[in-house]
């Protein structure tokens, strides 16, 4: 049942932002909200098992695209653009709710962010030592990718410039692989 209210739980996200109601949840799965909060103790409990679930999911990947044998080119590509499948429809505006609304919440996201940022000055820096790229300033880089990230989640500079997550990132990763002068 718990994975049921999750599932209908983003659904709602998607459709009304955070802001849906316990009210809208159970309208939706044509249940009491009695049988919500027999599973979930509160709004944010269930939010928390939301972002619980989709950092899980987007671990797992990382941990795949880790463990693969392809260029390291290609893991930070992958690492760079990796978007859960289950946040993918969500609002526009759910990254700003979700800082503001829930910002225990948040915090997670920004420390799976944060691990995922030291994983690819890492593999920068593995780059570097295999002579797949030049040397560069590895913090500035981080630091680079830090504030995309936080342009990328703020959604008002992808919905103005027509982008989406994954499309920015890639975007990002090929100026920053390939720079913007003509060879």
Not at 2 to 16: F, G, P, Y
Not at 18 to 47: C, G, H, P, W
Not at 61 to 89: C, D, G, R, W
């Amino acid at each position: 049942m718990k994975n049921t209210i999750i599932n209908a739980a983003m659904e709602e996200v998607n459709l009304r932002g955070l802001r849906f109601t316990m009210q809208d949840l159970a309208t939706r799965l044509k249940v009491s909200k009695r049988s919500l909060y027999q599973n979930f103790s509160s709004k944010e409990n269930l939010i928390d098992e939301m972002v619980d679930l989709i950092l899980a999911e987007m671990v797992k990947e990382e941990q795949e695209i880790y463990t693969s044998n392809v260029l390291i080119t290609t893991k930070i590509e992958q690492l760079l653009t990796i978007h859960p499948y289950a946040a993918e429809m969500f609002n526009k505006n759910i990254y700003e709710d979700l800082r503001r609304i829930f910002p225990k919440q948040w915090q997670k996201i920004e420390k799976s962010r944060f691990e995922r940022q030291k994983h690819l000055q890492i593999l920068i820096k593995q780059g570097i030592q295999d002579g797949v790229l030049r040397p560069v300033n590895i913090n500035l880089v981080g630091q680079v990718l830090k504030n995309a990230f936080d342009s990328f989640t703020s959604y008002s500079f992808l919905e103005n410039s027509g982008l989406t997550y994954k499309k920015a990132m890639q975007d990002l990763l090929d100026i920053l692989l390939r720079g913007i002068l003509l060879k």
